[in-house]
């Protein structure tokens, strides 16, 4: 529970400091919610757009380039001094536009592998104190078509941003195409000066006028929301999904017909839709929903890049006797009145609201409404034309997201939903339900509002709401579990049920944290007092004769009977903190929020606690007390007593966790440091723990070099069923590698090349940036037997013959034995007899070898898209391998360098080869630069 803030000792020596601004309130919003969730996709805006015509990708990434340098968002960072966070711009940061090429792919796989990058770059996470939160991706589709997939963080990007973009991007491109310099207007402000101009205003006497309305229009807003099918677990989730509808034609020209004889704007007769809606779905009378604003209403902010967008909430009383009509109108007050005061940012409307916190909900609102055009416009430059495509959707940050969107081809109605509340089946209704009101509402608006309610069977289900019945179907569910049993609270000391699960055959992470991610899941899903006291992994369930399971036979692990889960008494009103921690910690809190005193049992947020003051009580808990205890736990004890000895572990011993079945896993990688160095880079190398020792001296100074091997490992038939996600996994495990944990390089040969691709891969998606993968000699899983047979026979003689010139040279040359240069070849080995037995060594290499051999065979890889790759050629492989990019194209870059190496494979890390090879990494990794 408690550590070190990572952020407090965080710096980057590469990048200067040119300029510091105080963050916006929705910079500090995106801040705190980062904080809950480090990573956290959902606050990623991912934007996809199509490029037809005659283009060149350097000229894009070069228009990329120059509008970083024109706007300073994109250069910025954000950093944590003394609890609050400020946003810092740097004088560059190292940009470089990922190319995929995908023209290679069969057409009717095509499409698959765009859908499948563009989750891949949406939902990859971005470290805020990381200067330059915006990533991009070119997918070369055809000879004249592609896509622009773009990703950036929410504290720097938005809607509207997308429009200036896209813009820049098309003239930009365009003029460097025609030899030109680009028209751009000048730019009067950068972002930095509305983040003060706002702070100013927030001291204003407009301001004080916000909030006279907003408290008077949210006086006793109850919360309103959509009842989910599933039981809301006690913390907030963002898996999403989206569901959508393309309208025609001629529902855009009926909208906007409607809209102008009801004489009010597109988005209020949307809204007017959207709240009749959701009225006829709960019955209820007041409907609260958020939507948002561009937020520029300075005609200087229009050509900026960066976040303007404000949240506000509208409150609508929808009554049955209203009709169509009057309820437009009035929906169209209730707009223009939030319009009217939409300068009240909403995390402090959140402090000035202070609604109960509750960490499984958004505050104030729980959905969302927007309608509007597309940001990007279709339009051509030059020789290409930028069109605007659907985008994936990295994370939900709302249950239910109601969105229209507007393109020259008609209006795309979409729901996106939280898949954790919601299923597939009842975003369908609720989408049939929103295109059927829109209909009465054209058809016939002087009806009444009080149509018959639509039945929807989506309030919570009675059916398996507790107990063991309902913790089977869970865990089963997750993707992780080939099956799952639970055992009811009567054969438990504690008086709740415990769970047992067998680990799926593609499970991608070590067996060790399955229980803990499990029990991590369960809370995302059903209440506290449902929550089992345990999971234990086996790896196969008990079975009857009959094949049932053999329930009798499970039973609760005895560490767990022996005692009851420990219990925080409650603290009694008014009593003072117990504890010397405790009373310091008061002292705090009061200091914070501006309070007399603190008593035990008083509620940070009921004494006016908000977000931002929360994380300055956690930044002086860290100069205090040299620990930082997570955001979300404010949120599960906001009681000053429950929080301390939460935070201290003080009278809380840890329940026992329960033992999982003995299973080998990770304990079959192991470690070892060649060289302990001063910067933030650790190099890995991946097996051969004898080849890579030299080149570990020859790195330059500063870098620490490791290795990571299975030279210990008992190669079993339980090792070679492994599956090389799972086998990755368990490396990572051994690599022990910490949040703060500087930028990781991996460096693989043959085999272990694609080992260290996807060792990148899955790094990157646990949040730990990346540095570069060095791969030798090594070919696309597959590629070569997807040639024609001719091609393989011709390839496979051509090494030969090579092979025999490069050892025979060797021989002659006086630079290996005779015994050596026979082991070289298969023919040669049985002449050896006792001579030549394998050592140790050697056999236990060729047994790592086989076993990562037919993991590949079975590996399907996956685009990375974030990390520099090198590719490196033996004289083992013909020249033709830098061209095809060892068979890699359309899974990493399409302009990834190769490097060529002296030696035969393996020789290239024991000859001259070894030399070039330290000089290049040592350059990438910026060692004293």
């Known amino acids: 529970m408690n550590k070190m803030d990572p952020a407090a000792t965080f710096s980057d020596e590469r990048h200067a400091v040119v300029a510091e601004f105080p963050c916006t309130q929705t910079q500090l919003r995106c801040w705190f919610l980062d904080q809950l969730s480090p990573g956290n996709p959902a606050l990623n805006v991912a934007v996809r757009w199509e490029i037809r015509g005659t283009f060149k990708i350097a000229s894009i990434e070069a228009a990329f380039r120059q509008i970083i340098d024109r706007h300073e968002i994109l250069r910025t960072r954000f950093m944590d001094v003394s609890g609050r966070p400020i946003q810092q711009v740097v004088d560059k940061v190292d940009f470089k536009m990922s190319v995929i090429d ?171 839709v959207i709240s009749a809606a959701l009225g006829r779905l709960t019955g209820e009378r007041q409907i609260l929903f958020g939507t948002q604003i561009a937020g520029r209403d300075e005609v200087d902010l229009e050509n900026l890049i960066g976040v303007f967008i404000n949240n506000l909430v509208l409150r609508f009383d929808v009554a049955d006797d209203l009709s169509f009509a009057e309820h437009i109108r009035r929906a169209s007050d209730t707009v223009a009145a939030a319009l ?60 239910l997201n109601f969105i229209m969107i507007g393109r020259p081809n008609g209006w ?40 018959p309610s639509v039945p929807t069977r989506r309030r919570v289900s009675n059916e398996l709401t507790s107990g063991p019945t309902q913790l089977e179907k869970i865990l089963a569910e997750h993707p992780w579990v080939a099956e799952a049993v639970a055992i009811g609270a009567d054969t438990s000391a504690t008086g709740r049920p415990y769970g047992f ?29 449902d929550m089992p006291d345990g999971i234990s992994v086996l790896l196969a369930l008990p079975r009857t004769a009959a094949g049932g399971i053999d329930r009798q036979v499970l039973k609760v692990p005895s560490s767990l009977q022996a005692k009851e889960r420990p219990v925080v008494a409650p603290t009694p009103a008014g009593k003072r903190p117990a504890t010397d921690k405790e009373r310091q910690l008061a002292e705090i809190w009061a200091d914070v929020l501006g309070v007399d005193k603190v008593e035990g049992s008083d509620d940070f947020f009921a004494l006016g606690g908000h977000s931002l003051l929360a994380l300055r009580m956690l930044s002086a808990m860290r100069e205090a007390f040299g620990v930082t205890p997570d955001l979300a736990l404010l949120f599960r004890a906001p009681t000053l007593t429950a929080f301390s000895r939460e935070a201290f572990g003080e009278e809380l011993p840890a329940p026992a966790s329960p033992e999982p079945a003995p299973m080998k896993r990770s304990a079959y990688w192991e470690t070892s440091l ?87 891969r899955q790094l990157r998606r646990l949040g730990h940036r990346i540095q570069f993968v060095g791969v030798i000699d090594s070919w696309a899983p597959g590629y070569f037997r997807s040639l024609p047979r001719l091609r393989q026979l011709r390839w496979t003689m051509e090494k030969r013959a090579k092979r025999l010139a490069y050892f025979t040279g060797k021989l002659i040359g006086g630079r290996m034995s005779l015994i050596d240069y026979l082991k070289e070849f298969n023919a040669t080995l049985k002449l050896l007899g006792a001579k030549g037995t394998p050592s140790e060594e050697e056999r236990q290499n060729e047994l790592v070898t086989d076993l990562l051999v037919e993991a590949s065979r079975r590996y399907r890889p996956r685009p990375i898209t974030g990390e520099d790759v090198l590719l490196f050629r033996s004289q083992a492989n013909h020249k033709r391998a830098k061209k095809l990019l060892f068979g890699w194209r359309g899974f990493i870059r399409d302009d990834t360098p190769v490097f060529d190496l002296n030696g035969w494979h393996e020789d290239s890390l024991s000859s001259a080869g070894i030399s070039k090879l330290s000089s290049i990494l040592s350059r990438r990794l910026n060692v004293g630069g």
């Open 674 to 760: 060649y060289r302990e160095g001063n910067s933030a880079y650790t190099l890995y190398t991946l097996n051969h723990p004898f080849l890579y020792y030299r080149m570990a001296n020859e790195l330059a100074e500063g870098t620490s070099v490791v290795n990571l091997h299975m030279f210990g490992a008992e190669i079993d038939d339980e090792l070679r069923d492994l599956p090389m996600e799972q086998i990755v996994a368990d490396a990572i495990a051994a690599m022990d590698l910490r949040p703060d944990s500087g930028p990781v390089a991996v460096v693989g040969l043959c085999v272990n090349g694609i080992l260290a691709i996807e060792l990148a």
């Open 340 to 399: 009217n005061h939409q300068k009240m940012p909403f995390n402090n409307l959140v402090e000035l609201i202070n609604p109960a916190r509750d960490a499984s909900r958004n505050p104030l609102i729980s959905i969302n409404f927007n309608q509007q055009k597309a940001f990007l416009e279709n339009a051509r430059y030059g020789e290409f034309e930028l069109i605007s495509a659907p985008s994936q959707s990295p994370g939900v940050v709302y249950d």
């Open 501 to 529: 699960v067998v680990p799926s055959p593609t499970l991608a992470h070590p067996v060790e944290v399955l229980p803990e991610r499990l029990m991590e899941f369960l809370s995302t899903r059903i209440e506290a007092k």
């Open 102 to 272: 995908l023209r290679n792919v069969p057409a009717d796989q095509r499409d698959e592998r765009i859908q499948s990058i563009s989750r891949e770059t949406a939902c990859a996470p971005f470290d805020l104190r990381v200067p330059g939160l915006f990533r991009v991706t070119f997918l070369m589709v055809e000879n004249e078509r592609g896509f622009i997939l773009i990703t950036a963080h929410q504290t720097c990007f938005d809607g509207w941003s997308i429009r200036v973009l896209g813009r820049e991007v098309g003239e930009v491109a365009s003029a460097i195409d025609a030899n030109r310099n680009p028209s751009l207007p000048e730019l009067p402000l950068q972002y930095g000066d509305f983040a003060l101009w706002q702070d100013e205003y927030r001291r204003s006497y407009g301001f004080e006028a916000e909030k006279t309305y907003w408290r008077r229009q949210l006086a006793d807003a109850p919360y309103f929301e959509v009842p989910p099918d599933r039981p809301r677990g006690h913390t907030k989730t963002s898996r999403g999904e989206i569901l959508s509808a393309a309208m025609p034609l001629e529902f855009g020209e009926r909208i906007d017909q409607a809209a102008r004889a009801h004489q009010v704007s597109l988005f209020s007769y949307g809204a007017a």
């Open 412 to 451: 795309r109605m979409s729901v996106e939903y939280n898949t954790d509340l919601f299923d597939a089946g009842t975003a369908q209704e609720l989408l049939r339900l929103w295109q059927d009101t829109y209909e009465h509402a054209l058809t016939d608006p002087t009806a009444k509002l009080g149509l």
